[in-house]
């Protein structure tokens, strides 16, 4: 089973919709979480870390589910500029970092 | 500006053609890193860095060293590349364990 996994997608969604996507992990210990927004052929970019309470960035919100052991983002009102690949990062330990392979995003005009 | 800086972007090579790519942070970061990333199998890492002279294997490092002189440096070094080491590769700083990533540009690698 694989550390940490993600739906590949692609989602495809008009503007203005709402979507979410998760990442689970396998690794109860896991203790640091975050997103990363990866344009094509670019390098990724820290969207937000995700803490235990949960926490929300303008349109964006993100999640910790640790008794099922997943984490969600969720994107309101999505823009032409959501259009990405989204990668979960889990922390296993010192220097232990689980990517997930991404989640492909494209809104739609 | 703060910021990761790998060159070159781009390297097309021979096998057995000994290449280094650079990465430079002006962060102060402790930590360093080098990916490398496939299609449908994400970021590898390859090296990371806790601090200067400290090195140590991430996930698959096999066919690449690294050295840390510098706090500020990491460089990667394919010493006989082969075709399965044409990727897309990353380097990253942070500045402890737990902290995010920030990454460099990126190096797209083929080597023929």
């Known amino acids: 089973r694989k550390e940490v996994e993600q739906d590949p997608g692609p989602f495809n969604v008009p503007e203005g919709a709402t979507v979410a996507f998760n990442c689970t992990y396998s690794?109860?210990?896991?203790?640091?979480f975050f997103w990363y927004r990866q344009d094509c052929r670019k390098e990724p970019k820290l969207l937000m870390s995700v803490y235990s309470s949960g926490n929300e960035d303008g349109r964006f919100t993100a999640q910790l589910n640790r008794a099922s052991q997943y984490i969600s983002l969720l994107i309101r009102d999505s823009k032409l500029s959501d259009s990405a690949t989204y990668l979960c990062?889990?922390?296993?330990?010192?220097?232990?970092?689980?990517f997930g392979t991404g989640t492909r995003l494209t809104v739609i005009p | 500006e703060a910021q990761v800086t790998q060159n070159p972007r781009y390297l097309i090579t021979v096998t057995g053609k000994k290449l280094t790519v650079t990465c430079s942070q002006n962060?102060?970061?402790?930590?360093m890193s080098w990916y490398r990333q496939d299609p449908g199998l994400g970021l590898r890492q390859i090296y990371y860095?806790?601090?200067?002279?400290?090195?140590d294997k991430g996930d698959v490092p096999e066919g690449y060293k690294v050295s840390r002189k510098e706090k500020r440096n990491f460089p990667l070094i394919l010493e006989s590349p082969s075709p399965n080491q044409t990727s897309l590769y990353f380097c990253?700083?942070?500045?402890?364990?737990?902290?995010?990533?920030?990454f460099g540009n990126g190096t797209r690698l083929t080597v023929t």
């Open positions: 990062v889990v922390l296993t330990g010192a220097n232990n970092l689980f």
């Open positions: 962060m102060n970061h402790e930590y």
């Open positions: 990253a700083s942070n500045a402890d364990y737990n902290s995010p990533l920030h």
């Open positions: 690794n109860s210990a896991s203790q640091s």
């Open positions: 860095s806790m601090n200067v002279e400290v090195t």
